[in-house]
Every structure is written in structure tokens, then in C-alpha cells.
Nanobody, 128 residues
Framework: QVQLVESGGGTVQAGGSLRLSCKAS????????MGWFRQAPGKDREFVSS????????YYADSVKGRFTISRNNGLNTLYLQMNSLKPEDTAVYYC?????????????????????WGQGTQVTVSS
């Protein structure tokens, strides 16, 4: 059974940094495209970033380009999201996502149509 467990969320002041982690189990993590999404209160879930295996393709939402960095450690079955220069508008629940099949690309994960599993989410709050 696929399990995705996020951690690293919290409250930080604007301009600060956080690093989210997503520990994966129950599937071949190293061969799957992965991604991060977020959902702010009263808003739809939106794409943040995605990464292929073996990290050749990476995508970012325009709103986080230059501030967020996605990475993965296949040996530890862990996905990361380094978030710098955080803004109040980054406040949301952040979700880890896994590609639906081995053939799913980072691009298809970014479009959400390629997502086959979700984590429970971790709250990120940025105060002004």
C-alpha cells in the first residue's frame, strides 16, 4: 500500500525558509515522478512543483520560481521542497503527490492528471 507522509511544515515569518519532506513507502519511489501541491483556505488545490526520475525534468509554478527548490533522495525514498523567501500568500496545506504509473512524467503530475496518490498534507503558515 502506498504511503506518503509529509513533514516540515510550521509557522514562519515572511522572508523565512522551511524545508518540507515527503517520506514514501509501499512503491518503487525511485522510478516514479513526484510532486508538491498546495491548497490555501477557500481556494482550489494548485500545483507547486514536480520532478521526474532520475530528476532530469523539473517544473515549478510561476509563483514559486526562484524561491522554491524540489529535490529527491532515492536512497532514502524521500522528496523535498526547500522554500525560501516565503510570502504570506504561500500559506497553505502542502501535499506530496506520486505519479499514477511508472510511465507518468513530471509534466503529467504537474497537470494533476498523472497523480496516483496523495499524502495527508502539512500546514505552512507565513506571517507578515
Amino acid at each position: 500500500q502506498v504511503q506518503l507522509v509529509e513533514s516540515g511544515g510550521g509557522t514562519v515569518q515572511a522572508g523565512g525558509s522551511l524545508r518540507l519532506s515527503c517520506k514514501a513507502s509501499g512503491h518503487t519511489f525511485s522510478s516514479m515522478a513526484m510532486g508538491w501541491f498546495r491548497q490555501a483556505p477557500g481556494k482550489d488545490r494548485e500545483f507547486v512543483s514536480s520532478i521526474s526520475w532520475p530528476s532530469a525534468d523539473i517544473y515549478y509554478a510561476d509563483s514559486v520560481k526562484g524561491r522554491f527548490t524540489i529535490s529527491r533522495n532515492n536512497g532514502l525514498n524521500t522528496l523535498y521542497l526547500q522554500m525560501n523567501s516565503l510570502k504570506p500568500e504561500d500559506t497553505a496545506v502542502y501535499y506530496c503527490a506520486r505519479g499514477r504509473t511508472l510511465l507518468c512524467t513530471a509534466q503529467s503530475v504537474a497537470a494533476e492528471q498523472g497523480v496516483g496518490a496523495w499524502g495527508q498534507g502539512t500546514q505552512v503558515t507565513v506571517s507578515s
